[in-house]
T-cell receptor, first 111, second 110 residues
Framework: EADIYQTPRYLVIGTGKKITLECSQT?????MYWYQQDPGMELHLIHY???????EKGDLSSESTVSRIRTEHFPLTLESARPSHTSQYLC??????????FGEGSRLTVL | EDQVTQSPEALRLQEGESSSLNCSYT??????LFWYRQDPGKGPEFLFT???AGEEKEKERLKATLTKKESFLHITAPKPEDSATYLC???????????FGTGTRLQVFP
């Protein structure tokens, strides 16, 4: 069974606030990912990491940043949230590319 | 341009009424095709990996098949608990990234 956890599940904040979305996995996977998904739309990759101290931007431009200091932890940070950042953010990890284990997601609403 | 198209967008079935979902792809080279199930408000759950034309995978009432241009997810005698959005993703050869389709929203009524 996959063990990947995201917090918070839901977050409503005002414009200009700094937020961090947490993601942790206990499977020892080197590969971790952040996807953004809007209702009825496809998943878009915004960040990925292949191991500690390795982070890359994905295909969808994002103002967020990520860090990978520990294998199990891959947090995403927005320094100044805006209404355009309202979306669902999904964290995933994998041993083999394509076979991703996803967390339950963090739904962010920026007022 | 590499792309993935899923059809139909939505499908309503009576319990026990078998059907198929389609995932067509246009890529420069296919490394793998993946099916996921996503329940409302949750992250996707991995179902199958297919690597080459002619390959088939089965799990309970689901069977995934692959040709050189498309993949089908066949659902045999579905139950209400099979209701979900089914996502297809492809990995392009020589890359490590996935391209997701927008999914088929399946509703199965008792």
């Amino acid at each position: 069974e996959a063990d990947i956890y995201q917090t918070p599940r839901y977050l409503v904040i005002g414009t200009g606030k700094k937020i961090t979305l947490e993601c942790s996995q206990t499977m020892g996977h080197d590969k971790m990912y952040w996807y953004q998904q809007d209702p009825g739309m496809e998943l878009h990759l915004i960040h990925y990491s292949y191991g500690v101290n390795s982070t890359e931007k994905g295909d969808l431009s994002s103002e967020s940043t990520v860090s990978r200091i520990r294998t199990e932890h891959f947090p995403l940070t927005l320094e100044s949230a805006r209404p355009s950042h309202t979306s669902q953010y999904l964290c995933a990890s994998s041993e083999f590319t394509g076979e991703l284990f996803f967390g339950e997601g963090s739904r962010l609403t920026v007022l | 341009e590499d792309q993935v198209t899923q059809s139909p967008e939505a499908l309503r079935l009576q319990e026990g009424e078998s059907s198929s979902l389609n995932c067509s792809y246009t890529v420069s080279g296919l490394r793998g095709l993946f099916w996921y199930r996503q329940d409302p408000g949750k992250g996707p759950e991995f179902l199958f990996t297919l690597y080459s034309a002619g390959e088939e995978k089965e799990k309970e009432r689901l069977k995934a098949t692959l040709t050189k241009k498309e993949s089908f997810l066949h659902i045999t005698a579905p139950k209400p608990e099979d209701s979900a959005t089914y996502l297809c993703a492809v990995q392009v050869y020589n890359t490590d990234k996935l391209i997701f389709g927008t999914g088929t929203r399946l509703q199965v009524f008792p």
